[in-house]
């Protein structure tokens, strides 16, 4: 009988273990009350488990807080009294009792007695207790007694007068608090199945580095979030990582520069068993202490950079594999939870991305985030946004276009950046800057209709809220229609564009003042309309907000080029160079400079400012020029240039000049990968360097030498228009009118509304005798640009030689009317 009352006693205990084990606190209950029915000698024993299941019991269902206090009060009294019978003799013999007083602590801490829990854990020696090997349920009751412990001693009482006691008790809070969380880790690594923290534990571990950083031991903090996440991952701490890292990233990018960052220490690796040959990958310090990861290929940032961006990424796939799929209403508070964490961790990542120039790592991590984030708002906001930001901005050198190449990489980034905040437009009904990125966007691919009408929208959402983006909601409306009049044929479209371009450019710069670029565009239009006066106030303001601003510069060097605008060369040099000095590594500010000293210096000083321009582009043949005049404008309707030669762009007056860049590209690719190795990434902007030389020495008369540099043009890039037009002025010097007429037309060929070949055309014409021809040339030349005097010039010739002296004094005399608001240079 003794020998079966004993077996019964032991399945009794073993089925208790088990139950605490899991939690399963109402079997642990009714098992106690058996034991105690069954073995009386067992009863201190049975008063324990009944007074923890209760206890825990009442915990899982409400936990520990301040709102809950007067509850505990009220329901946790039978607990109580159990937990205090087991304290007696009795239970110290049965060695119940101090774990009895622990769980005591715990419950007085529910009721809001931190005096009294912290008695209680007085009485159990809690600061004495021996670090040894521990079962599974007593870890958990250790660690949320020194938890406790902190919070209690952070909750009671106000702060002491002696600064000796204030910070031992500071000391002694913490010290407790990072017990607490090393002992949370080993638990949850030890536990075989899936265990919660729960509310106290968590906060116990979150709240050591906190109370660092208040006491100024930022590194402290640091190296205590590094020990915690370096602990090896269990089921249960997947939720928990991810706060820890997300808060670690977050202090490194708020309190830590390069300066006084510390690289964590690598962890060395286990001794080697020599008899099984294998390696663990991880250790312990101790029986209280978490195995930690070390191996001898553990990656271990080198700077707060690789540091920050590991956690992030580290962070940001925890949260994209616990996300929640389900679209049932079940699941929809974990769906809601999962979203937000993984929208923090996007948010984060933002940062430290475009910080560093990572913008295509975030444009993955937010296209990943999409199959967890159907219809919200921010998360595809912020995908748009960084597909406009990722997809690279075109290059925008002094004289040619300034769209994406289709089917580039350039080009299929901008398209999928204006897809995406087509889809996110809708999401956000109200979101004014979302559709002036996507009006950017469409306007550096060409797309001027999608981008009007994207800006459009937001004008109206701004306009109906008086929001801060009024001023350049209207400015991007103003771009747009600058640039529709630009590329339109019909001229009733033409002088509406610029009457509502001109319109919202006035309302910009009266909204805003001091925004320099509203100024640059308001500038640029009252040129295009010829008010030049009008264009140098605005220019003055321009360069008044910024004073570094390249395309005021470049406007300023263009006005005082003109010939109404009388001496004023030294101030268009002085431009110039000025320009020169702020963009020292641009190739702008060397064409313009170039062509100012050919007309006020001398031919010899552009000739050496030509060569300068070309050793720039060779030193940077493995780069890419230096773009801030552009970049800073916006990248739009400024860099819409198409060559060197034209006094007005050839590119802005017919929407076919695009096709012909794309044509005359297409053509020297599949020329050059032919014939010869690819071209060099400069190769364009070297072969108009070429041509410009080519050009100042046809003005010096120096033929020969103009034609060796055409050819070095035509070598790299063999089918332009530019090539072959400047290969014409060539034959034109030299009185070869045939070879010269040929070359026009092949530049027309490929570009068909270049406005210089056209007009060159009906020159060689008209000294080939051919006057009708000539004469239809020009007319055409003059369509398309009404205000170029050289054209009506050279118009005015062909009808006095066809004997029509009325129509060829009209043509003289608006060329005499032009002439003087002509720049010297191309705009």
């Given at each position: 009988?003794?020998?079966?009352?004993?077996?019964a006693?032991?399945?009794?205990?073993?089925e208790?273990?088990?139950?605490?084990?899991?939690?399963?606190?109402?079997?642990?209950?009714?098992?106690?009350q058996?034991?105690?029915t069954?073995?009386p000698?067992?009863?201190?024993?049975?008063?324990?488990?009944?007074?923890?299941?209760?206890?825990e019991?009442?915990?899982?269902?409400?936990?520990?807080?301040?709102?809950?206090?007067?509850?505990?009060?009220?329901?946790?009294?039978?607990?109580?009294?159990?937990l205090?019978?087991?304290?007696?003799?009795?239970?110290?013999?049965?060695?119940?009792?101090?774990?009895?007083?622990?769980?005591?602590?715990?419950?007085?801490?529910?009721?809001?007695?931190?005096d009294?829990?912290?008695?209680?854990?007085?009485?159990?020696?809690?600061?004495?207790?021996?670090?040894?090997e521990?079962?599974?349920?007593?870890?958990r009751?250790?660690?949320?007694?020194?938890a406790?412990?902190?919070?209690?001693?952070?909750?009671?009482?106000?702060?002491t007068?002696?600064?000796?006691?204030?910070?031992?008790?500071d000391?002694?809070m913490?010290?407790?608090?990072?017990l607490?969380?090393?002992?949370?880790?080993?638990?949850?690594?030890?536990?075989?199945?899936?265990?919660?923290?729960?509310?106290?534990?968590?906060?116990?571990?979150?709240?050591?580095?906190?109370?660092?950083i208040?006491?100024?031991?930022?590194?402290?903090?640091i190296?205590?979030?590094?020990?915690?996440?370096?602990?090896?991952?269990?089921?249960s701490?997947q939720?928990?990582?991810?706060?820890?890292t997300?808060?670690?990233?977050e202090?490194?990018?708020?309190?830590?520069?390069?300066?006084?960052?510390?690289?964590?220490?690598?962890l060395?690796?286990?001794?080697?068993?020599?008899?099984?040959?294998?390696?663990?990958?991880?250790?312990?310090e101790?029986?209280?202490?978490?195995?930690k990861?070390?191996?001898?290929?553990?990656?271990?940032?080198?700077n707060?950079?690789?540091?920050?961006?590991l956690?992030?990424?580290?962070?940001?796939?925890?949260?994209?594999?616990?996300?929640?799929?389900?679209?049932?209403?079940e699941?929809?508070?974990?769906?809601?939870?999962?979203?937000?964490a993984?929208?923090?961790?996007?948010?984060?990542?933002?940062?430290?991305?475009?910080r560093?120039?990572?913008?295509?790592?975030?444009?993955?991590?937010?296209?990943?985030?999409?199959?967890?984030?159907?219809?919200?708002?921010?998360?595809?906001?912020?995908r748009?946004?960084?597909?406009?930001?990722?997809a690279?901005?075109?290059?925008?050198?002094?004289?040619?276009?300034?769209?994406?190449?289709?089917?580039?990489?350039?080009?299929?980034?901008?398209?999928r950046?204006?897809?995406v905040?087509?889809?996110?437009?809708?999401?956000?009904?109200?979101?004014?800057?979302?559709?002036?990125?996507?009006?950017n966007?469409?306007?550096?691919?060409?797309?001027?209709?999608?981008?009007?009408?994207?800006?459009?929208?937001?004008?109206?959402?701004e306009?109906s809220?008086?929001?801060?983006?009024?001023?350049?909601?209207?400015?991007y409306?103003?771009?747009?229609?600058?640039?529709?009049?630009?590329?339109?044929?019909?001229?009733?479209?033409?002088?509406?564009?610029?009457?509502?371009?001109?319109?919202?450019?006035?309302?910009?710069?009266e909204?805003?003042?001091n925004?320099?670029?509203?100024?640059?565009?308001?500038a640029?239009?009252y040129?295009?309309?010829?008010?030049?006066?009008?264009?140098?106030?605005?220019?003055?303001?321009?360069?008044?907000?910024?004073?570094d601003?390249?395309?005021?510069?470049?406007?300023?060097?263009?006005?005082?080029?003109?010939?109404?605008?009388?001496?004023?060369?030294?101030?268009?040099l002085?431009?110039?160079?000025?320009?020169?000095?702020?963009?020292?590594?641009?190739?702008?500010?060397?064409?313009?400079?170039?062509?100012?000293?050919?007309?006020?210096e001398?031919?010899?000083?552009?000739?050496?400012?030509?060569?300068?321009?070309?050793?720039?582009?060779?030193?940077?043949?493995?780069?890419?020029?230096?773009?801030?005049?552009?970049?800073?404008?916006?990248?739009?309707?400024?860099?819409?240039h198409?060559?060197t030669?034209?006094?007005?762009?050839?590119?802005?007056?017919?929407?076919e000049?695009?096709?012909?860049?794309?044509?005359?590209?297409?053509?020297?690719?599949a020329?050059?990968?032919?014939?010869?190795?690819?071209?060099?990434?400069?190769?364009?902007?070297?072969?108009?360097?070429?041509?410009?030389?080519?050009?100042?020495?046809?003005?010096?008369d120096?033929?020969?030498?103009?034609?060796?540099?055409?050819?070095?043009?035509?070598?790299?890039?063999?089918?332009?228009?530019?090539?072959?037009?400047t290969?014409?002025?060539?034959?034109?010097?030299?009185s070869?009118?045939?070879?010269?007429?040929?070359?026009?037309?092949?530049?027309?060929?490929?570009?068909?509304?270049?406005?210089?070949?056209?007009?060159?055309?009906?020159?060689?014409y008209?000294?080939?005798?051919?006057?009708?021809?000539?004469?239809?040339?020009?007319?055409?030349?003059?369509?398309?640009e009404?205000?170029?005097?050289?054209?009506?010039?050279?118009?005015a010739?062909?009808?006095?030689?066809?004997?029509?002296?009325a129509?060829?004094?009209?043509?003289a005399?608006?060329?005499?009317?032009?002439?003087p608001?002509?720049?010297?240079?191309?705009?």
């Amino acid at each position: 009988m003794t020998s079966r009352s004993k077996n019964a006693v032991r399945s009794y205990e073993t089925e208790i273990e088990k139950s605490r084990e899991d939690s399963n606190w109402k079997k642990a209950v009714d098992l106690a009350q058996q034991l105690k029915t069954r073995s009386p000698q067992h009863e201190s024993l049975a008063h324990f488990l009944i007074g923890e299941g209760k206890l825990e019991a009442y915990l899982a269902e409400w936990p520990p807080t301040k709102e809950n206090i007067e509850r505990a009060q009220r329901e946790l009294s039978e607990a109580r009294g159990y937990l205090t019978l087991a304290t007696d003799e009795a239970g110290k013999r049965a060695g119940v009792a101090l774990d009895a007083h622990l769980l005591l602590g715990k419950l007085h801490y529910a009721c809001g007695s931190y005096d009294e829990a912290l008695k209680q854990f007085n009485l159990a020696e809690l600061n004495t207790l021996t670090e040894k090997e521990l079962p599974v349920r007593s870890l958990r009751i250790v660690a949320e007694s020194y938890a406790i412990k902190g919070l209690c001693l952070e909750l009671s009482g106000a702060p002491t007068s002696s600064r000796y006691k204030q910070a031992e008790k500071d000391n002694e809070m913490i010290r407790s608090f990072e017990l607490a969380s090393e002992l949370t880790l080993l638990y949850l690594q030890r536990s075989s199945s899936v265990t919660h923290a729960g509310p106290t534990l968590e906060t116990a571990l979150q709240r050591v580095p906190i109370l660092h950083i208040r006491a100024g031991r930022l590194h402290s903090a640091i190296d205590r979030y590094r020990d915690m996440l370096t602990a090896v991952e269990s089921v249960s701490t997947q939720a928990l990582r991810l706060t820890l890292t997300r808060q670690l990233a977050e202090v490194l990018m708020r309190g830590v520069s390069g300066q006084v960052y510390k690289p964590p220490e690598q962890l060395p690796a286990p001794a080697q068993n020599t008899l099984s040959r294998r390696r663990e990958e991880h250790m312990s310090e101790g029986p209280w202490k978490p195995k930690k990861y070390a191996s001898i290929n553990q990656f271990v940032p080198r700077n707060v950079y690789e540091e920050v961006v590991l956690l992030l990424l580290v962070g940001e796939a925890m949260a994209v594999r616990g996300a929640v799929l389900s679209q049932s209403a079940e699941f929809e508070a974990a769906r809601a939870h999962s979203l937000r964490a993984a929208v923090a961790v996007g948010d984060l990542l933002a940062l430290p991305a475009l910080r560093w120039g990572q913008r295509a790592l975030l444009l993955e991590s937010l296209e990943r985030a999409m199959k967890f984030s159907f219809g919200d708002a921010h998360v595809w906001r912020q995908r748009a946004l960084a597909a406009a930001a990722a997809a690279p901005a075109p290059a925008a050198p002094a004289h040619h276009q300034h769209h994406y190449a289709q089917g580039s990489s350039a080009w299929n980034a901008a398209v999928r950046a204006r897809a995406v905040c087509r889809r996110a437009a809708p999401l956000a009904p109200r979101d004014a800057p979302l559709r002036l990125v996507a009006a950017n966007t469409c306007y550096q691919m060409g797309w001027i209709e999608d981008g009007i009408e994207l800006a459009q929208q937001a004008l109206e959402i701004e306009d109906s809220a008086e929001g801060p983006m009024l001023a350049r909601a209207c400015l991007y409306c103003g771009i747009g229609h600058q640039m529709k009049a630009q590329k339109t044929n019909s001229r009733i479209e033409k002088d509406a564009a610029n009457a509502t371009c001109l319109k919202l450019l006035l309302r910009a710069v009266e909204l805003d003042d001091n925004d320099h670029v509203a100024f640059y565009y308001l500038a640029r239009q009252y040129m295009h309309l010829g008010m030049l006066n009008e264009a140098m106030d605005a220019t003055r303001a321009c360069l008044g907000a910024r004073a570094d601003c390249g395309g005021g510069l470049r406007l300023c060097t263009a006005l005082w080029s003109c010939a109404c605008a009388g001496a004023r060369g030294v101030r268009a040099l002085a431009a110039a160079r000025l320009a020169r000095q702020h963009y020292p590594q641009a190739d702008w500010p060397l064409w313009s400079l170039a062509a100012l000293q050919l007309l006020w210096e001398s031919g010899e000083a552009a000739l050496a400012t030509g060569k300068e321009l070309l050793t720039l582009l060779n030193s940077n043949e493995e780069g890419s020029i230096e773009q801030n005049g552009y970049a800073e404008l916006d990248a739009l309707s400024d860099s819409l240039h198409d060559d060197t030669h034209s006094v007005r762009d050839a590119a802005s007056v017919r929407a076919e000049s695009a096709g012909a860049y794309r044509a005359m590209r297409a053509l020297s690719d599949a020329a050059s990968s032919a014939s010869c190795p690819r071209r060099a990434p400069l190769s364009a902007q070297r072969a108009r360097a070429w041509l410009l030389l080519a050009d100042l020495c046809l003005r010096l008369d120096r033929v020969s030498a103009a034609a060796g540099c055409v050819s070095e043009a035509a070598a790299l890039m063999p089918f332009s228009h530019l090539v072959m037009y400047t290969r014409g002025l060539v034959h034109a010097a030299s009185s070869e009118w045939e070879e010269a007429r040929q070359c026009f037309q092949n530049a027309l060929a490929i570009h068909p509304t270049h406005l210089d070949s056209i007009v060159q055309l009906g020159a060689a014409y008209y000294n080939l005798g051919w006057l009708r021809l000539a004469e239809k040339c020009l007319r055409e030349a003059a369509q398309l640009e009404p205000a170029r005097a050289d054209t009506w010039r050279r118009l005015a010739l062909v009808l006095a030689a066809l004997g029509e002296p009325a129509a060829a004094a009209d043509c003289a005399a608006a060329a005499l009317v032009l002439q003087p608001q002509a720049p010297a240079l191309p705009l």
